[in-house]
């Protein structure tokens, strides 16, 4: 039995070319025209020997964001042997992304593999250390704002929409209705951590917040766990959906370390290291599973209590750290 070609690729490049699709697939695949709104390209260079000699060319196109722009090219349509033998073509410059045609209809389609470099028009949602408490720069989202409009003062812009005290249930309740009248074309969402704070009072707060993540709780157990993040599964996949519908990328940025020690309560909540790890855990499970770029946070305040305000909220030096980090692997 022939298997089915469940999947729809969009290429702008080289895999639309036959001798290319012969090596891949043992022949051409069935490919209708399509075009990209939204994008435009530009050239990468190619160094790996086996790419260069399926395609002839050491020089491929990447898309970027572009507003107004559109980019001509060609759905191919393939089994899951197939879409995995494009995967491994693909240099490591690129990962596979859902995207929405001109036509309206979404697949998937090979985007830079650092999500910020090629965005135009970004907004950032999420909780108090998005919206950079604690640093009159802005925060990290400051720093990035700064050195992604300074590549091109006319066109590039960054909106951070940030609300301290924000959970990703609130972020995902109300953010659709503020991203029409800012036409993004990427969504950095970064909250969750306060969705992962325990109860403060009572001595099976202080118990959860003594165990290790996965070892099981009084009063956060694992069914509680599963159930929490549950609910924060479905707040995501309103954000890719809601992402999807703008024609935007999604991007999760991941909770950064937290120094437990000097933490303090909010609102009767109180914020664990474990939690935190938990979270992370499974915002990056998440995100692998629905193919959304994650960047992960964790580690540039690792053990570096010094760049802490009060060890939740980063100082102003800790927002230039995650900055830097996010910046090194976003961009």
Known sequence: MTESRTHTLFSFGTL????????????????????????????????????????????????????????????????????????AYEVDDYTRRRVVLSSGATTWAYLDAKPLRPAERIVVVGDSIAYGRCDPRGGWAGHLAAAHIAGNEAERRLFNL?????????????????????????????????????????????????????????????????????????SLDTLAATALGHNARLVV??????????????EG????????????????AWCEANHIDFLDLWEPLRERTELFVDGLHPSAEGHRALYEHLDALGR
């Open 16 to 87: 639309r070319d036959e001798r290319v699709q012969t090596a891949l697939f043992g022949g051409a695949v069935p490919t209708s025209p399509a075009a990209l709104a939204g994008y435009t390209t530009r050239p990468l260079k190619i160094t790996d020997p086996a790419v260069i000699a399926a395609s002839g060319l050491d020089v491929h196109l990447i898309l970027e964001r572009r507003l107004g722009a559109s980019v001509e090219g060609a759905v191919l349509h393939l089994t899951d042997q197939e879409l995995a033998a494009a995967d």
């Open 162 to 234: 940030a609300v301290p005290g924000s959970t990703l249930t609130d972020v995902g309740e109300q953010t659709p209705a503020l991203l029409a009248a800012r036409r993004p074309d990427t969504l950095l969402v970064a909250a969750g951590i306060n969705d992962s704070a325990v109860p403060a009072a009572g001595t099976t707060a202080q118990a959860d917040a003594d165990l290790p993540a996965g070892s099981g709780s009084s009063s956060a157990s694992d069914s509680e766990e599963t159930a929490d993040f549950a609910r924060l599964a479905g």
């Open 269 to 284: 909540l109180r914020f664990t290291r474990a939690r935190a790890l938990a979270l992370r855990a499974f915002l990056r």
């Open 253 to 266: 940025a991941g909770p950064s370390w937290l120094d437990e020690d000097r933490t303090r309560e909010y």
